[in-house]
């Protein structure tokens, strides 16, 4: 039998990627357990002592994640990156990786040279050994697989279980227009994770892959509302730009556009914002921003300018 | 700059595998480590107390490793017992598994139904639990490629170092003909190389993936020839099919061939090969077969009847 059908309506398009998960995970069944354990969070989680391990795989694409357009190195970076943010995302620290490449037999020697060698750059910056992978030839096309393998900083690991009625948002750094450069030259916040996992005030966490707006939805409690303030979203300077060629407002891409991979976190609706910040700017340069907060779904809003997110779709992959 | 090239001198395909595995291990310099910890072992060992951890990536390729003649299902196990394949090549346990698909969107609902049950079933059955992956678009074809981490199931792990001139070589199972079926449907040899690990004479071991006749040249210690005999080689009923079709000899498919996914090992000089097959025969059914030693280059051989290894070219990918 065929994999592929020309019938969309067999076909996983028809689905689209959270039906597809949904369904990968009915068909598992028993053999996958459930979130943050299984599928479902930035990293898959093994259970340990002292230590959990977090495991983590992300692939780069060609024609999906990268083109011609930017450098061999810019495409190991963003693999590595890419990983190590998940890692990052659930507050822990990188120990080991690997790679499996399947590629056509015409990928240039050059190419692949400083692609290997941005890896090697970054696995020495961040300490993180590159300790075996795989080499495969496929029909046409460039995929590239890296498997992280880390392990919780503090004695708990992040997730994005936890947040309750009434718990502050928070975002790091600047939001949108990552298509023109920052998707292949982010950094990931790695120092700034784990120091968020050292504080207890701190319930829940993400990193932003999909666009604001649609990652939100995972941390958001039963219940409850994600009442956000329009002036308190950190806008970036890409997005004003991607704004003057699209004619959407800049928020819009802040809102919307996916790779940021900024942290997206969650906070004891009893904790002072403003403590926080203070704690954070003792340690970090990177801006921090308290966005809103989750309220019971027809609370009154402490906002004057809360947004209506039904306006405000993010990425959604195999659509 | 595009990562391809019509040139096939600059192309990785003027490399072929090897020489691009070194260029590869070139590139990453203090990256990564050496083998058995770093690339070039059936898996990475990330160590560990009182167990090492072990770590290995494989995929399957849509044209590469299967075709629509092959039930979906088959492409499933074929995946995941690859992967436990190389746990058992060090003789260790399998603990969990990560997926990444990178597919086109024309895949069948259907068929990847299958191909996920088929996972389900085999993680069930070896209680290895299937803990997250990632699911992206490409273009066109299917690439599934499986992370397993396992751990050392005894105090040591087998890797491919350790054998001595003198040292006996054996294999499990019968070789040869793979390409018929068994390259879907072989049962990866845990429980046999968690035993082997087990016997302090046994001293270094991997599994047979490329063929024999090339794979047994990883433990081939400096200085020595592999001195085989042709009457000991283990020719499996699928060799002997295949010579009819090939009109070469049944043993060359035997040496020859590759994805036998038997465990190749090596023991200590001083032990009498009868002795442990009595003991392998008081748990296992499978055949396990003495086929010849390590032997300094010029010495004088025990055999009458033994191979020309030149004569045998084992398969090498991207060539």
Known sequence: MSPFTRQRSQSIAALGEIKLINEIQRWLGTATPKAPAGIGDDCAILAGSPKDQLVTVDPVIY????????????IGAKLFNRNLSDIAAMGGRPRAAVIALAMSKEVKIEWLRDFYRSLANIARRHR???????????????????????????????????????????????????????????????AEGQWLASRPEVRAMMDISDGL?????????????????????????????????????????????????????????????????????????????????????????????ELDLSKYHGFEHLR
């Open 128 to 190: 993180v050994p590159i300790v075996g992978g795989d080499i495969a030839h496929q029909p046409t096309g460039f995929t590239a697989t890296m498997t992280l393998i880390g392990e919780s900083s503090h004695q708990r690991t992040l997730t994005r279980q936890g947040a309750k009625a009434g718990d502050w948002i928070f975002t790091t750094g600047k939001l949108g227009g990552s298509r023109l450069n920052w998707h292949w030259k982010f950094t990931p916040r790695l």
């Open 213 to 305: 707006a649609k990652d939100l939805i995972s941390l958001q409690p039963k219940g409850t509302r994600a009442a956000l303030s329009e002036q308190m979203i950190p806008v970036s300077r890409s997005a004003d730009q991607m704004s003057k060629e699209s004619n959407k407002p800049a928020l819009f891409h802040a809102l919307t556009d996916g790779e940021d991979y900024e942290l997206l976190f969650v906070v004891n609706g009893r904790t002072k914002p403003e403590m926080l910040q203070q704690a954070w700017s003792r340690h970090f340069k990177l801006p921090l921003a308290c966005i809103g907060r989750f309220l019971k779904a027809k609370a009154v809003s402490p906002f004057d300018d």
């Open 63 to 74: 024609r999906e994640h990268f083109d011609d357009t930017i450098p061999a190195r810019g």
